[in-house]
């Protein structure tokens, strides 16, 4: 099986980049496939993770085709034409069984229309719940249109390709795709003998939180608010929050502005959160929208119950309602208060959800979601 993954560039960190590395990892070194990536503009700069030798690396240097317009609208179409032209003749060089694109860029303007007889596969690492969610978070009318004017335009390109792989079955139902849809969720880059539990959970007096900055989807202000009411009663617990970004700063003022600094801890990004996972006690997500959150099955992996607000659309069909952790419905405050407060007084809940946790989590190993990958390459090659 020759795959061919799109992707703008493997140099920066982030959710979609990380899967594709540990997809195309274990498909060439366990599965034997022939795995290629072509990329947009590496620009000579270095991965962000680390990639199997037996992967061939195509650096499309799209940059080399910009030119000042002369007549912006008539000059991007031909930009268009000619870079159609330098995928078609690369694509077509290669001759793979199969071209997935993993994220939105050019090639949704130019791999649908190829007509090159090769299956293609949109991976859509987000939802469309979960965008319109998000642009309730732009206050301004003007840039808040111009978000959902160009997210509608993504949707629609989508829509060229003959399959679309979502994250989840909520999304399936009511994204309201024209093209065939399928559900694989992403996969865990550790194996079955990876997973493991850590029993004395509780003593670590420590609840986690893991996620971007760069806007307050996340929702993290709302976590130090609640935790200036948890410390009322557990004034030894202390919030870890990871991640790192423009938002940053507001919620340094925000914890300082509620003396928390010895209960509330801003620890920036970090390459070793597993082992983070694996010092605390349970894991928190207050965000506004999500794709499918794979912080929430690492987590899970280290043997950690989760407690959530119920948003678009991944949480819901992670977490197995008072099983592996909680789901907080209507993001109420008073209820995420009332299941925090549960777990940290109640030592017995928290290893039973712990156990069921580490259980879920081995539904994302690399072994279960490959097998879900080998039946769908298998199914659109033979259509």
């Not at 650096?59 to 870079?83: C, W």
């Not at 609840?207 to 976590?223: A, L, P």
Request: glycine share 4%; net charge positive.
């Amino acid at each position: 099986m020759k795959i061919l993954y799109c992707i703008g560039s493997l140099a920066q960190t982030g959710g979609t980049e990380k899967v594709l590395a540990n997809k195309a990892n274990y498909f060439v070194e366990t599965l034997g496939y022939n795995v290629q990536i072509l990329i947009n503009e590496q620009n000579e700069k270095a991965f962000a993770y680390q990639y199997s030798d037996k992967i061939i690396m195509h650096d499309m240097k799209l940059s080399s085709y910009l030119k000042k317009p002369i007549i912006p609208y008539l000059s991007y179409k031909l930009l268009q034409f000619k870079i159609a032209k330098v995928y078609k003749d690369k694509i077509k060089d290669i001759s793979p069984d199969i071209i997935i694109v993993a994220q939105h860029g050019i090639e949704d303007f130019i791999i649908p229309k190829l007509g090159l007889n090769i299956p293609t596969v949109r991976e859509f690492h987000f939802s469309t719940q979960a965008i319109w969610e998000t642009s309730k978070l732009i206050n301004n009318i003007f840039k808040r249109s111009l978000f959902k004017f160009k997210k509608k335009r993504i949707l629609k390109k989508m829509n060229g390709y003959d399959h679309i792989v979502l994250l989840t079955q909520r999304d399936q139902t009511y994204g309201n795709y024209k093209a065939k849809t399928t559900v694989i969720q992403n996969m865990l880059d550790i194996t079955r003998d990876d997973f493991s539990i850590n029993k004395n959970k509780i003593n670590y007096k420590r609840v986690i939180s893991v996620g971007s900055m760069h806007d307050r989807r996340k929702g993290f202000h709302t976590q130090i608010n609640l935790w200036s009411k948890i410390i009322e009663n557990h004034p030894d617990w202390v919030l870890d929050i990871y991640g790192d970004g423009v938002e940053r700063k507001n919620l340094q003022k925000q914890i300082d502005n509620l003396n928390l600094n010895n209960n509330v801890i801003l620890h920036g990004n970090t390459n070793e959160i597993m082992s983070k996972y694996k010092e605390s006690s349970f894991f928190l997500m207050t965000s506004i929208a999500e794709g499918l959150p794979m912080v929430l099955i690492e987590a899970m992996s280290c043997g950690l119950p989760c407690v959530s607000f119920d948003c678009p659309d991944g949480p819901s069909e992670i977490i197995n309602q008072n099983k592996n952790g909680f789901i907080i419905e209507d993001r109420s405050l008073e209820n995420l208060y009332n299941q925090v407060e549960k777990l940290i007084s109640n030592e017995d809940l928290l290893l039973s959800f712990s156990e069921n946790a580490l259980e879920t989590s081995k539904n994302y190993s690399i072994e279960n979601i490959s097998k879900k990958w080998i039946s769908f390459f298998n199914e659109i090659t033979a259509e």
